[in-house]
C-alpha cells in the first residue's frame, strides 16, 4: 500500500508465527491509535514502512508458519510492486517470485508468471541486451542464503535516516532484517508496529497497534483525507500472423496466428484459459478453439481478405470471462505500423477503466511487420482486474469476541464484510492473483 509520501522506502521481511495467540485492541483504544498514527505519518520527513506476510494474509496469500503456509509463496508475492511502489523506493529483502535478474548485467525482468525456481538458481530465460545474452537468475532466497547486499543496503540507510518506521504485518523475529527497524532510534526515530501477535520489539516501539493491517490503514488513509484509488489490473499478450507462401494459380495461401506471452513464447500465459478463433465473414470456416498453449492455429484458404475474430478466454479470478478482438488480414498488403507509448496506452487504459467500473477494455500498444518475411507482430494491452475498495466499518460497530483470540475460522467475526482488501484482492488467493 502506498502512503504517496516523498523520501519513503517500502522494504519486506518473511514473517509469521504459527501457535502465538492473536490480540484486538478493544474498539476505542484501535480509533485513538489510528488517530495517533495518522499524526505520525502526517509529520513524518522519511517514512519507512517495513511489512510482513501479514499485508499478504488480507488477500488470502498464507503466511509461511501458518497451518498453510507455504515458502515460496510468503511475502515474495509482488504485491508491493502491483501496488504501485515505484522499484527505486522498494528493497524485496528475500526476493521476488515474479521476478527474473541478469547476474551479468543486472537487468530485472517483472514476469506476469511465477518464476519456476527458487534459491537464485538459473532460468530457462536469458537476457534480452543483445550486448549481453547472461542466463537468468529467479529473485527468491532459499534459507541458506545472505540476504542481497543492494536490497539490504538500502534498507539500512533508510531506517537510520527515518524518523518513523512503520512495520506492519511482521513478528520481527527473522534476522537480520528485523534488527532495520531498530536503526532509527539512534537518531530519535520512532518505531510504530502494527500486528496481531506479540513481537520482541514491542518495547523499543512507540507505538503497538493489535489490529488487522488492511482495516487500521484504511483507518490512517480516512485521517489524511487521502483516496484509495481502485486497483486496475492491466496485462499484454503478442498475436503474431505469419503468411508461409502461395500455392497454385487459385493463390491458396497457408498462415498459421499465434497467442503468446510477451516474455517468450515458451513463457506461460497464465491469465488466458483459452482461445476461440471464428470468421464472421466466413460462416463455411469451422471455429477453432484453442485449449492449451502454445495457442496456435495453422489454416490453408484462398488468398483474399478476412476478417478473424479472437476471443480471448479469461483465466479463473480474473473480473470477466473473456474480450474480443477483431483482427483483418489483408494477405496482399501490410495492415500498417502502429508504435504507441506504453506508459500513455496503459495509463489510459486504467483512467477509462475506472471512469466506467468495469474491466476488459484494451489497446494496441505495437504493430510491426518483420523484415524479410510475411509475418506480422501485434502487441496488446488488456484490463484483465479492477478492484474497487469498500468502505470500512466504523471500528466502534465492529464486534469483537474476545481482546484475545487463537487463529481460527471464527475470528473473522471481527471483520466487517465490506472491509478493504489488499492491493492485489482482484487476483484473489495466490492461485487467483497468479492470473498473471
Known amino acids: 500500500m502506498s502512503l504517496g509520501y516523498a523520501q519513503k522506502l517500502s522494504f519486506k521481511e518473511d514473517v509469521g508465527t504459527l501457535g502465538m495467540s492473536e490480540i484486538f485492541d478493544p474498539p476505542n483504544v484501535l480509533q485513538q491509535k489510528i488517530e495517533e498514527l495518522a499524526s505520525l505519518i502526517e509529520e513524518s520527513k522519511h517514512l519507512v514502512v517495513f511489512t510482513g506476510a501479514g499485508i499478504s494474509t488480507s488477500c488470502g496469500i498464507p503466511d509461511f508458519r501458518g497451518p498453510k503456509g507455504v515458502w515460496t509463496l510468503q511475502n515474495v508475492d509482488s504485491i508491493h510492486l502491483r501496488s504501485g511502489i515505484p522499484r527505486e523506493k522498494l528493497a524485496e529483502l528475500h526476493g521476488n517470485s515474479f521476478m527474473e535478474i541478469c547476474p551479468s548485467c543486472g537487468a530485472e525482468y517483472l514476469r506476469d508468471f511465477e518464476v519456476e525456481t527458487i534459491g537464485m538458481k538459473e532460468t530457462p530465460r536469458r537476457c534480452s541486451d543483445i550486448k549481453c545474452g547472461a542466463k537468468l537468475r529467479d529473485t527468491v532466497l ?3 542464503d545472505a540476504l542481497p547486499p ?3 543496503n538500502a534498507a539500512s540507510k533508510h531506517c537510520r535516516m527515518a524518523d518513523v518506521v512503520l512495520c506492519l ?5 527473522i534476522t537480520p532484517a528485523c534488527n532495520l527497524p531498530l536503526k532509527s532510534l539512534r537518531g530519535g526515530g520512532k518505531i510504530v508496529i502494527v500486528n496481531l ?4 520489539k514491542d518495547k523499543k516501539a512507540w507505538l503497538v497497534v493489535h489490529g488487522m493491517v488492511d482495516q487500521v490503514m484504511a483507518g490512517v488513509m480516512e485521517r489524511l483525507n487521502c483516496q484509495i484509488s481502485p486497483y486496475v489490473r492491466i496485462d499484454l499478450f503478442h498475436v503474431i500472423f505469419n503468411q508461409t507462401h502461395c500455392i497454385g494459380e487459385r493463390k491458396y495461401t497457408k498462415w498459421s496466428l499465434r497467442v503468446i506471452s510477451v516474455h517468450g513464447e515458451k513463457a ?6 483459452s482461445v476461440e478463433i471464428s470468421f464472421p465473414d466466413r460462416p463455411e470456416l469451422k471455429v477453432a478453439v484453442l ?4 495457442f496456435v492455429l495453422k489454416r490453408e484458404m484462398l488468398l483474399r481478405p478476412l476478417d478473424i475474430l479472437l476471443k480471448i478466454n479469461l483465466s479463473d479470478g480474473c ?3 473473456f474480450v474480443n478482438i477483431d483482427f483483418p488480414v489483408n494477405f496482399e498488403e501490410s495492415s500498417g505500423c502502429v508504435n ?5 496506452v496503459i495509463q489510459k487504459l486504467k483512467d477509462v477503466t475506472v471512469q466506467d467500473q468495469c474491466c476488459g477494455k484494451f489497446s494496441v500498444i505495437e504493430r510491426k511487420n518483420v523484415p524479410g518475411q510475411k509475418k506480422e507482430l501485434s502487441t496488446y494491452a488488456v484490463v484483465t482486474n479492477i478492484v474497487k475498495y469498500g468502505a470500512i466499518a466504523p471500528i466502534a460497530k465492529l464486534s469483537v469476541v474476545n481482546t484475545v483470540a487463537k487463529r481460527s475460522k471464527e475470528k473473522v467475526d471481527i471483520r466487517s464484510d465490506d472491509c478493504l482488501m489488499a492491493s492485489c484482492e482482484g487476483e484473489g488467493t495466490m492461485k487467483k492473483l497468479r492470473v498473471q
Open 340 to 344: 504507441l507509448d506504453k506508459d500513455k
Open 142 to 144: 532459499d534459507w541458506e
Open 268 to 273: 506461460p500465459l497464465s491469465f488466458i484459459k
Open 319 to 321: 473480473g470477466c470471462q
Open 169 to 173: 504485518g511482521t513478528s520481527l523475529q
Open 150 to 152: 543492494k536490497e539490504m
Open 291 to 294: 485449449q492449451k498453449q502454445p
Open 197 to 200: 501477535q506479540p513481537t520482541p
